[in-house]
């Protein structure tokens, strides 16, 4: 699958941190799901559009690797890459870095959902992702035949 690679910076604020003025490890998941957010969007799509379909995301798998920590007025970036489309699952590898330094890798599982049951992720994902040249995935989601959100 090519490389379809979205980059979001994230500032720090007091509320993100614990009592030692550390990135408290639940904000990073925040972190992450802005990244992911951003993704979509640079593919020309959006949440609120989504859920008019009655479509959403929910997080199936999420593995993070901390490496080492973010301070209070931090300004971080978010390297967000999709990685793959298996039925209705998309794969995410994501990093957290401040300047050079990866601070946090990630990987996470996104399932595609309606009326809560998994379903192939929507026509306009697919399409856009098609356009971008992401088509072997994709022509296997087809080919399996998987029920349309």
Known sequence: MPEIVNWTTV???YEDTDFSGRVYHASYVRFLERGRTEWLRQIGLRHDILAQSETAFAVRRLEIDFRGPAFIDDALEIET????????????????????????????QIVTISRNRP???PRELLERLRRLGVDSAIDAVA??????G
Request: without cysteine; hydrophobic residues 40%; aromatic residues 4%.
């Open 119 to 121: 379903v192939r992720p």
């Open 81 to 108: 890459t999709a990685e793959a489309i298996k039925g209705a699952t998309l794969r995410f590898r994501q990093r957290v870095l401040r300047g050079e330094k990866i601070l946090v890798a990630a990987e996470t």
């Open 11 to 13: 500032r720090v604020y």
């Open 143 to 148: 080919e399996r035949g998987e029920p349309q």
